[in-house]
């Protein structure tokens, strides 16, 4: 994975207990052979909100809730998303971190990662910019279904 090989200095892992620490976790997908960075996130402890977001995806498979409420979760489970994970000494460091690989990934493909922010549940800003993009995109569909 090219984010291991990029950030060396780095113990990622993938298996194992995770650790009671700072730290960053980006999930990526597992439907291909190329894998995909979907989402890249800062914690305090990794373990809690490893297993938070592990249980999130579980309870939203289950639920088969729409794509709107929480798009997070359903790309990540869309994808089969997988997660490493590395600690770091505190959550600054980590939280620096994670704005370095997110640019890092913007300038290797030219995008951000697919999903972004926990904040996008129904209530927040992003959800509303959402939804407003959504009215818009239906009101300006033509009669083929086609954007106009």
């Given amino acids: 994975m090219a984010l291991k090989e990029h950030n060396k200095k780095y113990e990622w892992s993938e298996e194992g207990t995770i650790p009671k620490k700072p730290g960053v976790y980006v999930w990526f997908s597992c439907n ?3 894998k995909r960075v979907l989402y890249i996130g ?3 402890d990794l373990r809690k909100r490893i297993t938070q977001e592990r249980n999130w995806i579980k309870d939203w498979q289950d ?12 790309i990540l489970a869309k994808f089969n998303a997988k997660v490493v994970w590395v600690p770091t000494k505190c959550s600054r460091e980590a939280k620096e971190l994670e704005y370095r690989l997110i640019e890092w990934h913007r ?4 995008t951000s990662p697919y999903a972004y922010g926990w904040d ?4 927040s800003k992003i959800a509303y910019a959402r939804s407003w993009a959504q009215g818009l995109h239906s009101r300006m569909k033509g009669a083929s279904g086609d954007v106009v």
Avoid: M, N
């Fill in 32 to 34: 291909k052979s190329v």
């Fill in 107 to 110: 300038a290797l493909t030219g």
């Fill in 120 to 123: 996008t549940k129904t209530g």
């Fill in 63 to 74: 639920s088969k809730e729409s794509y709107f409420i929480v798009p997070v979760l359903y």
């Fill in 42 to 44: 800062s914690t305090v």
